[in-house]
């Protein structure tokens, strides 16, 4: 059923500083990873993506990280920017539709 | 440019009234899929299309369902809207091959049930 009174996680930083999001997937069947930026009113945005056979994956600021052992991934913002904040999820298929994980909200502090 | 666009952005019906919400997409992808996502949620998958095979999810209500008459159109149809109905419905389009690739989402349809 619905989760009524759900709050996101919610993770605040200086601008400026780098930024660490993190997700705990269940399925070791999983072997593609994806992170998403949702603004508010808007659909997600594909950030970085990252597949089973690689553990970190650099893009432009960002950087993710997958520890297959632990079944964690995570998403670095580096020198993080007011425009970052937003909601962000992480999502994970073994060759199915992406499963979602619930989302961490990032509120930057000017 | 919007590659995939849902209309309307905000729509209102009845409790009860059927609604359609609609989603096309430009970049001939071969896979679309409709999420459902409530306030401070992750979003849900409903159901997909996977060319012209549609594939539903266990859990998906049966008052739910869609029409894909082309590549480039999605349709959600809500038979009759209930409050718990309220939300943002996204469509998401991926192209063919497999699943483990990014899907582009639209801007969502945010839906209020009167």
């Known amino acids: 059923g619905e989760n009524v009174g759900l709050h996101l996680p919610t993770l605040s930083v200086q601008e400026g500083d780098n930024s660490i999001i993190n997700c705990a997937y269940s399925n070791s069947a999983s072997d593609y990873f994806i992170w998403y930026k949702q603004e508010s009113g808007k659909g997600p945005q594909f950030i970085i993506d990252?597949?089973?056979?690689?553990d970190k994956r650099q893009g432009q600021r960002v950087t993710v990280l997958l520890n297959k052992t632990v079944k964690h991934l995570s998403l670095q913002i580096a020198a993080t920017q007011p425009g970052d904040s937003a909601v962000y999820f992480c999502?994970?298929?073994?060759?199915?539709?992406?499963?979602f994980g619930k989302g961490t909200r990032l509120s930057v502090i000017a | 440019d919007a590659m995939v666009i849902q209309n309307p952005r905000y729509q209102v019906t009845q409790f009860g009234k059927p609604v359609t919400l609609s989603c096309s997409q430009t970049?001939?992808?071969?896979?679309m899929y409709w999420y459902q996502q409530k306030s401070s949620q992750a979003p849900k998958l409903l159901f997909h299309?996977?060319?012209?095979?549609?594939?539903n999810e266990a859990d998906t209500p049966d008052n739910f369902q869609s029409r894909r008459p082309n590549t480039s159109f999605c349709f959600l149809d809500i038979r009759s809207p209930g409050l718990g109905d309220a939300a943002m419905y996204l469509c998401a389009t991926s192209r063919a091959g497999h699943y483990n690739q990014p899907q582009h989402f639209g801007d969502g349809t945010r839906l209020s049930i009167l």
């Open positions: 299309y996977y060319d012209k095979d549609f594939n």
């Open positions: 999502a994970e298929s073994g060759n199915t539709p992406l499963v």
């Open positions: 970049l001939n992808h071969n896979v």
């Open positions: 990252i597949r089973s056979n690689m």
